[in-house]
């Protein structure tokens, strides 16, 4: 892996700033993308402290000219990208009736919109390479949630378009696959907490007796899939779904 280029969006916090610190530690150069450059300044110091290469780039990836640019510049400094891990997410939960055009459409244009167009920047890297991993963020929301007809229908958007770039890209030794977290300890379940007026660790007492595990899940939990599903090993394992969710999904 020590040759290769990886850019993870959403990389500042959260499951981004995990997989891109363990992609990292597997020996890739890694390009962490968030909306403010500045913002990648932590998770870019952990992999540089550890020894890794890194590079903060700021850009909103559900604008064409700013991923552009952003994997131009990745391109220049660290090199071409053969590993994109499509992570950047919102949530503009609401109940359909309450549901604004706007909530619909953030939700689309970073989700959706976002993986589109930061993979087909990266992607004439990959096929000059004869060799790519594409990994995007779905969720267990993907079956269906209350509140989250934007996000559902995004993250169950995330799977189709996932199968559809291992069919178009196998051919080019590209593999292409979906990660489906349950509950991640994140700013994002803690703010779904806080909207529903529950404490974070009662939030999480309540979750993690859900799960068959009994705990709920950690942002390095969704690192070590994507991990593995960048490893070499992995070029077998390509348009699926993997859920991790510390048990089975209904
Ligand atoms: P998070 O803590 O809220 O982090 C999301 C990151 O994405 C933030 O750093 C955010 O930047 C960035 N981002 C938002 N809009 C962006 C844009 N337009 N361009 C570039 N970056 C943008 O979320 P998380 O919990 O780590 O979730 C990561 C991914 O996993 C998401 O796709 C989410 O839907 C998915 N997921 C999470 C869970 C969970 O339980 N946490 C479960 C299933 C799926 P700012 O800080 O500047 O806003």
Same mark, same amino acid.
Request: net charge negative.
């Given at each position: 892996? &020590?040759?290769?280029? =990886? *850019?993870?969006? #959403? +990389?500042?916090?959260?499951?981004? @700033?995990? %997989? $891109?610190?363990?992609?990292?530690?597997?020996?890739?150069?890694?390009?962490?993308?968030?909306?403010?450059?500045?913002?990648?300044?932590?998770?870019?110091?952990?992999?540089?402290? &550890?020894?890794?290469? =890194? *590079?903060?780039? #700021? +850009?909103?990836?559900?604008?064409? @000219?700013? %991923? $552009?640019?952003?994997?131009?510049?990745?391109?220049?400094?660290?090199?071409?990208?053969?590993?994109?891990?499509?992570?950047?997410?919102?949530?503009?939960?609401?109940?359909?009736?309450?549901?604004?055009?706007?909530?619909?459409?953030?939700?689309?244009?970073?989700?959706?919109?976002?993986?589109?167009?930061?993979?087909?920047?990266?992607?004439?890297?990959?096929?000059?390479?004869?060799?790519?991993?594409?990994?995007?963020?779905?969720?267990?929301?993907?079956?269906?949630?209350?509140?989250?007809?934007?996000?559902?229908?995004?993250?169950?958007?995330?799977?189709?378009?996932?199968?559809?770039?291992?069919?178009?890209?196998?051919?080019?030794?590209?593999?292409?696959?979906?990660?489906?977290?349950?509950?991640?300890?994140?700013?994002?379940?803690?703010?779904?907490?806080?909207?529903?007026?529950?404490?974070?660790?009662?939030?999480?007492?309540?979750?993690?007796?859900?799960?068959?595990?009994?705990?709920?899940?950690?942002?390095?939990?969704?690192?070590?899939?994507?991990?593995?599903?960048?490893?070499?090993?992995?070029?077998?394992?390509?348009?699926?779904?993997?859920?991790?969710?510390?048990?089975?999904?209904?």
């Amino acid at each position: 892996m &020590a040759d290769k280029v =990886a *850019v993870v969006s #959403g +990389a500042a916090r959260g499951i981004g @700033a995990a %997989v $891109a610190k363990r992609l990292a530690a597997d020996g890739l150069a890694v390009g962490v993308l968030d909306l403010d450059a500045a913002h990648c300044a932590d998770t870019v110091a952990a992999i540089t402290d &550890a020894g890794g290469k =890194a *590079v903060a780039l #700021g +850009a909103d990836v559900s604008n064409e @000219a700013s %991923v $552009a640019a952003a994997v131009e510049e990745l391109a220049g400094s660290l090199g071409g990208p053969t590993v994109v891990v499509n992570n950047a997410g919102i949530l503009r939960d609401n109940l359909l009736f309450k549901m604004s055009v706007d909530d619909w459409d953030a939700v689309m244009g970073v989700h959706l919109r976002g993986a589109f167009l930061l993979t087909r920047a990266v992607q004439s890297y990959m096929v000059e390479a004869k060799w790519g991993r594409i990994v995007n963020l779905s969720s267990t929301s993907a079956l269906g949630n209350r509140g989250q007809a934007n996000y559902s229908a995004a993250k169950a958007g995330m799977q189709g378009f996932t199968k559809t770039l291992a069919f178009e890209l196998g051919k080019f030794g590209v593999t292409a696959n979906a990660i489906a977290p349950g509950f991640i300890v994140t700013d994002m379940t803690a703010a779904t907490a806080a909207r529903v007026g529950v404490g974070f660790e009662d939030f999480q007492k309540a979750a993690a007796a859900q799960i068959p595990v009994q705990r709920v899940g950690r942002p390095e939990d969704i690192a070590h899939t994507a991990s593995f599903l960048v490893s070499e090993g992995a070029g077998f394992v390509s348009g699926q779904v993997i859920y991790v969710a510390g048990g089975p999904t209904n």
